[in-house]
């Protein structure tokens, strides 16, 4: 299109509106975001330009994950803090750009349109305007209000002191019976600490990366609480998705089955795990869930895994469910990517975690009960009544899966350290690589995707197993093998996995789906490459409650047999309750699901994969930062590929951190 040069915008409301319309054509704002512009233009016909571009930049905000509209960051780098043009694109006119959009514009002059504008309403001010505007912060009403119920809730779960049975120091010693030794030194046993932090509160948060033992941990946890409690706890179990809650159901059946505590405690540490949708109740084509203030859950103690993917909405309704007396255990990688939808709670809780600040009276209490040494090069003192917050969380500090030699391990922490030649040093080991794609990129990602046998596994290998592992033709309709084949696809595609930082673009989700389809299906290993096919895999992209389907569920096309004898292609997906079952759905059910050779790194989270690779764009663009990496690299549990159009892309990345917009931790300190 050929862009028309606005001037001026913030002078008028019709240029305004009629930039927002050219951002909404280039793809750089929602739809809804223009919308909402002209809605407030009803409602305050007289509404300043400077107002309504705050407006729809805080609703932008929030599809990029921001809770709110940050004034000050925005005028400091608008195309930055905005993320805009989106992906890299370049602009057809520089002065489309919010750079351009904004020059001039002073903050204190922001600040006071939006303070005297009858559509925003102060911290404390009317509650009927449909903007708050809090120190240099914009905010949508019902984001403020998630964010200070989540605040409020928090601040008072922070100050619940737990007693502790007099028992605890030889519970601790039963469930951590050898003392912490790694490379032959006796390390601090972060995992019986956090247990002991955890004993004395209400509220806990236990962070960690990849092989800490957050399972592990929380699992002695609960058998400490249960065998220390004078009649038995109710315990939930649950995390934000499917794959998620399968995952720790798996894991936390052995490790209860092994705990050294009497029978009658192991069977009171339920081993399901359900997610947070399921959990709450959800209500059909509403926001909203079956318990909430009125109608708590009914439980003593919750624990939510893979807390990093929790947004702010689904937070201010978890808390909000649970009943005051009720124990409140997070576990996640504060190092992680951030939520899909607006919020970075983890990343903001968990913001010093690193350094400790422990109160001295709470470091000698712990070191007492445990036996252990709060040492560690990043420890940092705090202050006798500072820091409250920093006294209930806890941060596990040894990786058991990238112990040694683990170059995923060593690669992972470069980059969380933003060190970029040494990330770049640790590729050429056996379990982490590097591909160039130049030249015969097609015959590149073929190997890619094939893999072989010994090697890192691609494609080839769930295809195989689809191929080979199909039950004889004159097997029943409704014997078992039908459904261990089609688990047995399902698991081996799952031990690879292709991951973009992009959507658009040849080296993008879009372009690159279409291209793995059509390489599979000329080499003979896909019966097609459009529409629907025996091996399709697909993503559902959107929460389908009437199919108990997940937005980020995961199922394969696949052709079962019928009563009558027909072959009939049906998408066999994991029950999203972590029991490990499997539903079966007509293909012409399915109205929202893409197919899903590769995926975002945001779609991974919560997943793990024996291979995974992650291709970059080529040129930098604002999704691209070193917390992305991480996730990405971390989803491999034994090898990982880096694919590269260009040099010096991963470099730059590294160099990057993503930064999320909001308020918590000084609604927190307000609250106190």
Same mark, same amino acid.
């Given at each position: 299109?050929?862009?028309?040069?606005?001037?001026?915008?913030?002078?008028?409301?019709?240029?305004? &509106?009629?930039?927002?319309?050219?951002?909404?054509?280039?793809?750089?704002?929602?739809?809804?975001?223009?919308?909402?512009?002209?809605?407030?233009?009803?409602?305050?016909?007289?509404?300043?330009?400077?107002?309504?571009?705050?407006? %729809?930049?805080?609703?932008?905000?929030?599809?990029?994950?921001?809770?709110?509209?940050?004034?000050?960051?925005?005028?400091?780098?608008?195309?930055?803090?905005?993320?805009?043009?989106?992906?890299?694109?370049?602009?057809?006119?520089?002065?489309?750009?919010?750079?351009?959009?904004?020059?001039?514009?002073?903050?204190?002059?922001?600040?006071?349109?939006?303070?005297?504008?009858?559509?925003?309403?102060?911290?404390?001010?009317?509650?009927?305007?449909?903007?708050?505007?809090?120190?240099?912060?914009?905010?949508?009403?019902?984001?403020?209000?998630?964010?200070?119920?989540?605040?409020?809730?928090?601040?008072?779960?922070?100050?619940?002191?737990?007693?502790?049975?007099?028992? &605890?120091?030889?519970?601790?010693?039963?469930?951590?019976?050898?003392?912490?030794?790694?490379?032959?030194?006796?390390?601090?046993?972060?995992?019986?600490?956090?247990? %002991?932090?955890?004993?004395?509160?209400?509220?806990?948060?236990?962070?960690?990366?990849?092989?800490?033992?957050?399972?592990?941990?929380?699992?002695?946890?609960?058998?400490?609480?249960?065998?220390?409690?004078?009649?038995?706890?109710?315990?939930?179990?649950?995390?934000?998705?499917?794959?998620?809650?399968?995952?720790?159901?798996?894991?936390?059946?052995?490790?209860?089955?092994?705990?050294?505590?009497?029978?009658?405690?192991?069977?009171?540490?339920?081993?399901?795990?359900?997610?947070?949708?399921?959990?709450?109740?959800?209500?059909? @084509?509403?926001?909203?869930?079956?318990?909430?203030?009125?109608?708590?859950?009914?439980?003593?103690?919750?624990?939510?895994?893979? %807390?990093?993917?929790?947004?702010?909405?689904?937070? %201010?309704?978890?808390?909000?469910?649970?009943?005051?007396?009720?124990?409140?255990?997070?576990? $996640?990688?504060?190092?992680?990517?951030?939520?899909?939808?607006? $919020?970075?709670?983890?990343?903001?809780?968990?913001?010093?975690?690193?350094?400790?600040?422990?109160?001295?009276?709470?470091?000698?209490?712990?070191?007492?009960?445990?036996?252990?040494?709060?040492?560690?090069?990043?420890?940092?003192?705090?202050?006798?009544?500072?820091?409250?917050?920093?006294?209930?969380?806890?941060?596990?500090?040894?990786?058991?899966?990238?112990?040694?030699?683990?170059?995923?391990?060593?690669?992972?922490?470069?980059?969380?350290?933003?060190?970029?030649?040494?990330?770049?040093?640790?590729?050429?080991?056996?379990?982490?690589?590097?591909?160039?794609?130049?030249?015969?990129?097609?015959?590149?990602? @073929?190997? &890619?995707?094939?893999?072989?046998?010994?090697?890192?596994?691609?494609?080839?290998?769930?295809?195989?197993?689809?191929?080979?592992?199909?039950?004889?033709?004159?097997?029943?309709?409704?014997?078992?093998?039908?459904?261990?084949?089609?688990?047995?696809?399902?698991?081996?595609?799952?031990?690879?996995?292709?991951?973009?930082?992009?959507?658009?673009?040849?080296?993008?989700?879009?372009?690159?789906?279409?291209?793995?389809?059509?390489?599979?299906?000329?080499?003979?290993?896909? +019966?097609?490459?459009?529409?629907?096919?025996?091996?399709?895999?697909?993503?559902?992209?959107?929460?389908?409650?009437?199919?108990?389907?997940?937005?980020?569920?995961?199922?394969?096309?696949?052709?079962?047999?019928?009563?009558?004898?027909?072959?009939?292609?049906?998408?066999?997906?994991?029950? @999203?309750? $972590?029991?490990?079952?499997?539903?079966?759905?007509?293909?012409?059910?399915?109205?929202?699901? +893409?197919?899903?050779?590769?995926?975002?790194?945001?779609?991974?989270?919560?997943?793990?994969?024996?291979?995974?690779?992650?291709?970059?764009?080529?040129?930098? @663009?604002?999704?691209?930062?070193?917390?992305?990496?991480?996730?990405?690299?971390?989803?491999?549990?034994?090898?990982?590929?880096?694919?590269?159009?260009?040099?010096?892309?991963?470099?730059?990345?590294?160099?990057?951190?993503?930064?999320?917009?909001?308020?918590?931790?000084?609604?927190?300190? +307000?609250?106190?």
């Amino acid at each position: 299109m050929t862009a028309t040069v606005i001037t001026a915008p913030l002078t008028s409301q019709s240029r305004l &509106l009629e930039l927002l319309d050219q951002w909404v054509a280039l793809g750089w704002l929602r739809p809804l975001d223009r919308a909402l512009a002209g809605f407030f233009v009803d409602l305050d016909p007289s509404a300043e330009a400077s107002v309504l571009l705050a407006a %729809a930049l805080a609703s932008h905000q929030l599809g990029h994950g921001h809770v709110c509209l940050d004034l000050a960051a925005t005028l400091a780098e608008p195309d930055f803090a905005l993320s805009l043009p989106p992906e890299g694109e370049e602009s057809l006119s520089d002065m489309l750009l919010p750079s351009r959009m904004l020059a001039g514009l002073a903050l204190a002059d922001w600040v006071q349109a939006l303070a005297l504008s009858p559509l925003v309403a102060s911290a404390h001010g009317a509650s009927d305007r449909p903007l708050v505007l809090h120190a240099e912060r914009l905010y949508l009403r019902r984001y403020w209000n998630y964010e200070q119920s989540v605040a409020r809730a928090l601040a008072v779960r922070i100050r619940d002191d737990r007693p502790v049975p007099d028992s &605890l120091p030889e519970w601790l010693n039963r469930l951590f019976p050898e003392p912490l030794v790694l490379d032959g030194e006796r390390q601090t046993d972060w995992q019986k600490l956090a247990c %002991a932090l955890a004993a004395s509160s209400g509220f806990t948060l236990i962070t960690g990366g990849p092989g800490t033992g957050k399972t592990t941990t929380v699992v002695r946890l609960l058998a400490l609480l249960q065998g220390t409690a004078d009649k038995p706890l109710r315990i939930r179990l649950a995390a934000p998705t499917g794959k998620a809650a399968a995952r720790l159901t798996e894991s936390i059946g052995a490790q209860v089955a092994s705990l050294p505590v009497d029978p009658a405690v192991r069977e009171r540490i339920p081993t399901e795990v359900s997610t947070l949708h399921r959990l709450l109740g959800s209500l059909p @084509n509403s926001r909203h869930f079956r318990h909430h203030a009125g109608n708590p859950l009914a439980l003593d103690v919750l624990v939510v895994d893979e %807390a990093s993917m929790i947004d702010l909405e689904m937070m %201010a309704c978890l808390l909000s469910a649970l009943p005051p007396h009720a124990r409140l255990l997070l576990l $996640g990688d504060k190092d992680q990517l951030a939520s899909v939808e607006a $919020g970075a709670l983890l990343g903001d809780l968990c913001r010093d975690a690193d350094q400790g600040h422990y109160q001295p009276e709470r470091v000698a209490w712990l070191e007492r009960v445990s036996g252990e040494r709060l040492e560690h090069p990043a420890l940092q003192a705090g202050e006798a009544g500072c820091y409250p917050l920093a006294q209930r969380i806890l941060m596990l500090r040894y990786s058991r899966r990238f112990a040694g030699g683990s170059g995923i391990g060593r690669l992972a922490e470069a980059v969380n350290r933003q060190q970029a030649g040494l990330a770049r040093r640790q590729f050429g080991r056996d379990d982490v690589a590097t591909l160039r794609l130049k030249g015969e990129q097609d015959a590149a990602l @073929n190997r &890619l995707l094939q893999g072989g046998r010994g090697q890192a596994v691609g494609y080839g290998h769930y295809l195989e197993r689809l191929n080979t592992g199909r039950p004889a033709a004159d097997t029943a309709h409704d014997d078992p093998a039908w459904t261990n084949w089609a688990g047995q696809v399902l698991t081996a595609f799952d031990e690879f996995r292709l991951l973009c930082t992009v959507r658009k673009g040849p080296w993008g989700v879009a372009g690159l789906n279409q291209r793995i389809a059509a390489l599979l299906q000329r080499r003979g290993l896909l +019966e097609a490459e459009e529409g629907w096919y025996e091996g399709r895999p697909v993503l559902v992209t959107r929460n389908d409650y009437g199919l108990g389907l997940m937005n980020g569920d995961i199922g394969i096309a696949l052709r079962l047999p019928e009563e009558d004898g027909r072959r009939v292609l049906r998408v066999v997906f994991a029950r @999203n309750d $972590g029991g490990g079952g499997l539903r079966f759905v007509l293909p012409s059910r399915l109205s929202e699901v +893409e197919t899903v050779f590769a995926m975002t790194v945001h779609k991974s989270q919560g997943s793990e994969f024996a291979h995974t690779a992650l291709i970059l764009p080529e040129a930098l @663009n604002p999704v691209l930062t070193k917390e992305l990496l991480y996730t990405a690299i971390t989803r491999a549990r034994h090898w990982f590929t880096l694919l590269e159009p260009r040099a010096g892309v991963f470099e730059q990345a590294i160099g990057r951190r993503v930064e999320r917009r909001s308020g918590l931790l000084a609604g927190l300190q +307000e609250e106190h």
